[in-house]
């Protein structure tokens, strides 16, 4: 059995299964996605955001 007809059978056959699959990737996706453009924001913006000068005002 080929990998295509065992993911076929497993995720694509039944709509409920592609359903639950679709949205765990976009939930798996959407927080990948989130963490590393905060920490690609924070690396850009270093020494200009609050929490890096808070100290100098309190």
Known sequence: MSFARSVYNSIFKRTSTYTLALVGGAFFFERTFDLL?????????????WKH?????E
Request: hydrophobic residues 30%; aromatic residues 16%; charged residues 35%.
């Open 53 to 57: 000068i808070k100290h100098n005002y």
């Open 37 to 49: 453009t905060e920490k690609w924001f924070e690396s850009m913006n270093e020494g200009k955001l």
